[in-house]
Nanobody, 125 residues
Framework: VQLQASGGGLVQAGGSLRLSCTASGRTAGNYVMGWFRQTPGRQREFVAA????????KYADSVKGRFTIFRDDAKNTMYLQMNSLEPLDSAVYSC???????????????????WGQGTLVTVSS
């Protein structure tokens, strides 16, 4: 499966952005999917993940209550709605998918087999 992330940009603190991740080549519904983010000099960190059926989302503590992950398998697309953005949320955000047929959500980036290119989110203070 190929993944294409989009929706990043520059926003003021307190603002909102919605990221999209569109899958091609395979049906997105077959995959557990997630969002990760990375800043220079730091490892890629887990943000959120969602099960194949769209339920049981999991979030990093730093984004709970502010970010929402959801998917529309009819459009082969996963989303990350980001509200109440803070400067510390600035990063390159990447979407990822686990192997086909795997149903367990994972927070470890090493358990994701497929990655899209990143989209840059910059939150100004």
């Amino acid at each position: 499966v190929q993944l294409q992330a989009s929706g990043g940009g520059l926003v003021q603190a307190g603002g909102s952005l919605r990221l999209s991740c569109t899958a091609s080549g395979r049906t997105a519904g077959n995959y557990v999917m997630g969002w990760f983010r990375q800043t220079p000099g730091r490892q890629r960190e887990f943000v959120a993940a969602i099960s194949r059926a769209g339920g049981s989302p999991k979030y990093a503590d730093s984004v709970k209550g502010r970010f929402t992950i959801f998917r529309d398998d009819a459009k082969n697309t996963m989303y990350l709605q980001m509200n109440s953005l803070e400067p510390l949320d600035s990063a390159v955000y990447s979407c990822a998918a686990r192997g086909s047929g795997i149903s367990v959500i994972a927070t470890d980036r090493r358990q994701y087999a497929y990655w899209g290119q990143g989209t840059l989110v910059t939150v100004s203070s």
